[in-house]
């Protein structure tokens, strides 16, 4: 007869736990389904946007290529550096703030763009149980993985919550969407309003506004206007992540586009430009060097110092944060701001 020790037991013990909450985890996942949003319009691919970007001058990339497995990993230990304020200072004020959003709105169901896995959502929901309020809940985005992460997640956390879950890419527009005839509480989190240019943003504010009613909400997240050295120090920190998570673009090109980019032979770069108000991140060439295509079937010469800009954060003034939303057809209800000034939720009305 063999002897097992209490710790054995426990250790046993806690791998059946382990294992079985990774069996219900899975059910659970396999128990939602995504419904597949056809695009509305023409959005560019990696190929398409790689030709316009990359084979001619100045050269730049959108930063939608960033997240692959790997980006997607530096970027939540970005959000978790001492320098990078956005993530947390947004998180904050939803906390601080949930139950001011859902009174004030009464939404019939929140539709969240962009929404990841749901993670900054659960302060909106938990002030929804605190105050007997209970709509729906669409997730909208472009990761089915991150999806149904995401409303398996919320499922174990709310058993009241109804949870839809839309595959597609938001850019694509927002005709193909369902008619849901309710009030909408509109999430679009993490002040990525700030990587579109200028006339692009008001591209999409007015498609989202055409498709929306006017007793729906939109809560939309913009990064303010601060010191430059907080802003620069947010996209340079210390430990070179930033750094690493922007050269992990020409990994991507790499292994998508058949390029041979060498990341030794880039540095990364990112600075605060008052005039524009926005941050510009850049990949600098640190020397004369000849990189292929073999999806697109070219080549290009890129010279010492020349820059590959891969990402635009525009940062917004109250006037700003008005001018924007008007041209888009809203109105500001409610500035949510953080007490340093440093973010805005701001909720807007449908003009």
């Given at each position: 007869?063999?002897?097992?020790?209490?710790?054995?037991?426990?250790?046993?013990?806690?791998?059946?736990?382990?294992?079985?909450?990774?069996?219900?985890?899975?059910?659970?996942?396999?128990?939602?389904?995504?419904?597949?949003?056809?695009?509305?319009?023409?959005?560019?691919?990696?190929?398409?946007?790689?030709?316009?970007?990359?084979?001619?001058?100045?050269?730049?990339?959108?930063?939608?290529?960033?997240?692959?497995?790997?980006?997607?990993?530096?970027?939540e230990k970005i959000c978790q550096t001492s320098e990078y304020y956005p993530t947390r200072t947004?998180?904050?004020?939803?906390?601080?703030?949930?139950?001011?959003?859902?009174?004030?709105?009464?939404?019939?169901?929140?539709?969240?763009?962009?929404?990841?896995?749901?993670?900054?959502?659960?302060?909106?929901?938990?002030?929804?149980?605190?105050?007997?309020?209970?709509?729906?809940?669409?997730?909208?985005?472009?990761?089915?993985?991150?999806?149904?992460?995401?409303?398996?997640?919320?499922?174990?956390?709310?058993?009241?919550?109804?949870?839809?879950l839309l595959l597609g890419d938001y850019e694509a527009g927002f005709k193909n969407i369902p008619?849901?005839?309710?009030?909408?509480?509109?999430?679009?989190?993490?002040?990525?309003?700030?990587?579109?240019?200028?006339?692009?943003?008001?591209?999409?504010?007015?498609?989202?506004?055409?498709?929306?009613?006017?007793?729906?909400?939109?809560?939309?997240?913009?990064?303010?206007?601060?010191?430059?050295?907080?802003?620069?120090?947010?996209?340079?920190?210390?430990?070179?992540?930033?750094?690493?998570?922007?050269?992990?673009?020409?990994?991507?090109?790499?292994?998508?586009?058949?390029?041979?980019?060498?990341?030794?032979?880039?540095?990364?770069?990112?600075?605060?430009?008052?005039?524009?108000?926005?941050?510009?991140?850049?990949?600098?060439?640190?020397?004369?060097?000849?990189?292929?295509?073999?999806?697109?079937?070219?080549?290009?010469?890129?010279?010492?110092?020349?820059?590959?800009?891969?990402?635009?954060?525009?940062?917004?003034?109250?006037?700003?944060?008005v001018d924007l939303l008007g041209a888009g057809g809203f109105t500001v209800e409610r500035d949510?701001?953080?007490?340093?000034?440093?973010?805005?939720?701001?909720?807007?009305?449908?003009?």
């Amino acid at each position: 007869m063999r002897l097992i020790s209490k710790a054995h037991r426990s250790h046993e013990k806690s791998r059946t736990i382990v294992t079985t909450m990774d069996n219900v985890k899975t059910v659970l996942e396999q128990s939602f389904k995504c419904v597949r949003v056809p695009p509305a319009k023409h959005v560019p691919n990696l190929e398409e946007d790689a030709r316009n970007g990359l084979l001619s001058q100045p050269r730049s990339l959108p930063p939608k290529y960033f997240y692959d497995d790997h980006g997607s990993k530096l970027f939540e230990k970005i959000c978790q550096t001492s320098e990078y304020y956005p993530t947390r200072t947004e998180d904050l004020i939803l906390k601080q703030h949930a139950q001011d959003i859902i009174q004030s709105t009464l939404p019939s169901k929140i539709f969240e763009l962009g929404s990841g896995s749901s993670t900054k959502t659960r302060h909106l929901l938990d002030a929804c149980s605190e105050t007997a309020h209970f709509p729906s809940y669409t997730a909208f985005d472009i990761s089915e993985s991150a999806l149904l992460s995401g409303g398996t997640t919320l499922s174990t956390y709310y058993d009241w919550l109804e949870i839809d879950l839309l595959l597609g890419d938001y850019e694509a527009g927002f005709k193909n969407i369902p008619n849901y005839n309710e009030s909408k509480l509109v999430l679009f989190l993490g002040s990525t309003i700030g990587n579109f240019e200028k006339p692009h943003a008001i591209g999409f504010l007015s498609d989202l506004r055409a498709n929306m009613s006017a007793r729906d909400r939109l809560l939309v997240g913009f990064d303010r206007v601060k010191d430059r050295q907080i802003l620069n120090a947010a996209y340079n920190d210390k430990g070179g992540i930033t750094a690493a998570f922007n050269l992990n673009v020409l990994n991507v090109l790499n292994n998508q586009l058949g390029a041979n980019f060498d990341s030794n032979k880039f540095r990364h770069s990112a600075g605060y430009h008052m005039e524009k108000e926005q941050v510009e991140m850049h990949l600098i060439s640190i020397c004369a060097q000849q990189v292929k295509f073999d999806t697109l079937g070219t080549s290009i010469e890129i010279a010492s110092g020349e820059r590959i800009r891969t990402e635009i954060s525009r940062k917004f003034t109250a006037k700003s944060v008005v001018d924007l939303l008007g041209a888009g057809g809203f109105t500001v209800e409610r500035d949510f701001a953080s007490a340093n000034g440093y973010f805005s939720l701001v909720l807007a009305q449908p003009i």
